[in-house]
């Protein structure tokens, strides 16, 4: 097989194979959205106020503040895709090209935004979880932003070449479409998953396992319920798709990151009572990012002995 194309990276075939699942908000990006709560003074009285996603993460189980009247939709609000009629974007995209000039003026990122670039730049396969109520399309246009907006020239090249290389290597693929082709084939296979979007929500509810227990959780739960089944999706993704090109022989790894410590506890418990059992020759890591001083987060959690370079 021929092995002297300049624009693809034959070197793929020797690397491992490493996954990686990215909570949006404060992980990745600091994004501007607000969330629309009550808080009560000390007057008793309730009063709106708007908190954003870290400050929400911190206040969601205190009891002095709580859901406005309309409940999480008008809370959330600003989370579903709503189109700004000052810029014509969808709220999310809007977001995400304000969070990501704040980067450019100088503002310190998420911790795991490097992590996301080098992914890119590698062209792994990742997955998008977030308690958001985005289309999936929305997310995904979200990404296709980052990689205008944050790789370089070479790094684009670098992807380029990347994604060349896995197509030849895992696809048997000697010949190519354009950038544009092979980038859109790349992000179709990897995933973007918004967890109070509805559609997600009845997807869950269909589930075997997760669909009861859907069915018993609280309103506050739900969302980490529902990380948890987009995981589980995602991890069954890259089975099928390593069984598919025959890599299921090598060492596999997912790393998860996200700055919620519910959400990380959550998914740890998870990882460890559920997705180890099943797939017994997958290594997990967690990471917690909710502590804005370490760069690349906490490990809170490993399954496989395992270590994560770059989390």
Known sequence: METSRPDVNYDVATR?????IFDWDDNILHMPT??????????????????????????????RYRMPPGGRLEAFKEFQDIVDAESGDLSFIRDTKAALQRV???????????????????GRIFAI????????????????????????DEERAEMMRSLRGYRWWLDRRTEFGTDAEEL?????????????????????????????????????ERPELAKEFAI????EHVFHVLKRTGGLGRPVS????????????????????????????FKFVVYDTSDAS??????????????????
């Open 254 to 281: 997912v790393g998860f990151s996200d700055d919620d410590v519910g959400n990380v506890k959550a998914v740890s418990d998870y990882i460890r009572c559920e997705l180890v059992k099943r797939f017994k020759g």
């Open 184 to 220: 859109d084939y790349y992000l179709s296979m990897c995933r973007y998953h918004a967890v109070t979007n509805p559609g997600f929500f009845e997807q869950m509810k269909s589930d075997g396992d997760f669909g009861g227990r859907y069915a018993e959780a609280s309103s506050a």
């Open 294 to 311: 370490l760069d690349n987060g906490r490990k809170v959690t490993v399954a496989g002995q395992l270590t994560l370079p770059g989390f």
């Open 104 to 122: 450019k003026d100088g503002e310190k990122p998420g911790p795991s935004f490097e992590t996301l670039r080098k992914t890119l730049r590698e």
């Open 129 to 152: 979880v977030t308690a958001r109520g985005h289309a999936s399309e929305t997310l995904r246009e979200a990404v296709k932003i980052f990689i205008d907006e944050v790789l370089t």
């Open 232 to 235: 589980r999706d995602f991890v």
């Open 16 to 20: 491992d194979f490493k996954y990686y």
């Open 34 to 63: 607000k969330i629309h709560l009550e808080e009560r003074g000390e007057d008793g009285a309730w009063r709106p106020v708007e908190v954003s996603t870290s400050v929400f993460a911190i206040v969601r189980t205190d009891s």
